[in-house]
Nanobody, 118 residues
Framework: QVQLVESGGGLVQAGGSLRLSCAAS????????MGWYRQAPGKQRELVAD???????NYADSVKGRFTIARENGMNRVYLQMNGLKPEDTAVYYC????????????WGQGTQVTVSS
């Protein structure tokens, strides 16, 4: 079994920054993709950014140039540095672990709230 534990959410003013962290533990498959999704009230969960174990990165258009994803493969940790936050970034952010060749997410974290005030 795999566990994903997130930290780093909170309340910040528009234009501010936050850094999310996620640590994976358990029986983690070596070729994988880790990343972040978010879900705002009344909206579908959407991809924010992900990064494969080989280092390939993918960002949602809405966060390009503002958010940066990084990972420590040896520690199975992934980070999301969020700069220039906007009120529309307000959501619950979920860490995920899956396979690079599949759209299915194998594991989810419990979620961490990010609130951006205007």
């Amino acid at each position: 079994q795999v566990q994903l534990v997130e930290s780093g959410g909170g309340l910040v003013q528009a234009g501010g920054s936050l850094r999310l962290s996620c640590a994976a533990s358990g029986s983690i498959f070596s070729i994988n993709v880790m990343g972040w999704y978010r879900q705002a009230p009344g909206k579908q969960r959407e991809l924010v950014a992900d990064i494969t174990s080989g280092g390939r990165i993918n960002y949602a258009d809405s966060v390009k140039g503002r958010f940066t994803i990084a990972r420590e493969n040896g520690m199975n940790r992934v980070y999301l540095q969020m700069n220039g936050l906007k009120p529309e970034d307000t959501a619950v952010y979920y860490c995920m672990l899956g396979r690079p060749w599949s759209d299915r997410v194998d594991y989810w974290g419990q979620g961490t709230q990010v609130t951006v005030s205007s």
